[in-house]
Each structure stands twice: as structure tokens, then as C-alpha cells.
């Protein structure tokens, strides 16, 4: 592969790594609402009903929504829910493939010492979500 083939090549590994990176927060946002609220106040009762009515409250706060505004957000929202899990399950996989591909590159580019900082980060950020994600899988559970 020539230079030009291999700069092409990485500059669509990159876009294609931000744009799954913009489409999982996204997603993620829409799905699961702030993850910083805790779970105090969202109650144990209420699940993933509270986390897409934590987006709604967003928005609405964001936007000042009008009750009716508000009803017809709340309705599309809940019209897309599944359709917006399925296409993320499907494409979770492979953003991960990239996030890790990404993740080994940034990796070797770094001196002993920031790559082991780096892995420390990670490890902080995934201790992080799992009790995010513990929360989320226990208050899910709780209403099956």
C-alpha cells in the first residue's frame, strides 16, 4: 500500500471511529439519560423508563418544551426505542473492535510510563461505567 492508500485508509479508520464514538454517545444518551444522576434519585423502581425520562427532562429543560412538545418528544422517543436498541446491539460490537484497535494504537505511541497511566485511566473509566452499568442491570431486573 502506497502513502497515499495508507493516509486514505487511516483517515477513514479515524472518522469511522468518531463517528461510532458520536453515535454511541448518542445513543447512549437518548437510552440511558445522564448516567451522573444517581441512583438515589432515580429511585429503584424506575429503570429504564427513568433514565429515557431523564433525556426528556433534558431536552425539555434545554429547549423549554411545551407540555405538548413534551408529549409528542416522549412519543417518538418510546416509537424509536426499540428500533435505536436493536441497530446498537448490532453495531455495538464493532465499535468496540475499533474503540480497541484505537485504544492499541494510541497505546504504542506512548512511552512505558504514559501507557501505563493511560491503562490506569481506562481501568478508572471502566470501574466507572460498571457500576453504572451494575445500577442499570440491577434496576432492570428488579422489573422483569
Not at 492508500?5 to 471511529?17: D, T
Not at 411545551?66 to 448490532?90: K, M
Amino acid at each position: 500500500m502506497n502513502g497515499k492508500s495508507k493516509a486514505w485508509a487511516l483517515a477513514l479508520l479515524i472518522a469511522v471511529f468518531l463517528v461510532g464514538g458520536a453515535a454511541g454517545a448518542a445513543v447512549d444518551r437518548m437510552l440511558v439519560g445522564d448516567r451522573e444522576v444517581s441512583s438515589d434519585r432515580r429511585g429503584r423502581s424506575g429503570g429504564d423508563r427513568d433514565r429515557r425520562r431523564s433525556y426528556l427532562d433534558w431536552l425539555a429543560d434545554e429547549l423549554a418544551l411545551s407540555e405538548e412538545q413534551r408529549t409528542e418528544v416522549h412519543g417518538i422517543l418510546e416509537r424509536h426505542r426499540e428500533q435505536v436498541e436493536e441497530h446498537w446491539r448490532d453495531m455495538r460490537p464493532k465499535y468496540e473492535e475499533l474503540q480497541q484497535q484505537a485504544r492499541d494504537e494510541i497505546r504504542a505511541a506512548l512511552t512505558e510510563e504514559q501507557a501505563a497511566a493511560y491503562d490506569a485511566l481506562l481501568e478508572r473509566h471502566r470501574q466507572r461505567r460498571g457500576r453504572n452499568d451494575r445500577d442499570r442491570d440491577e434496576n432492570s431486573e428488579e422489573h422483569r
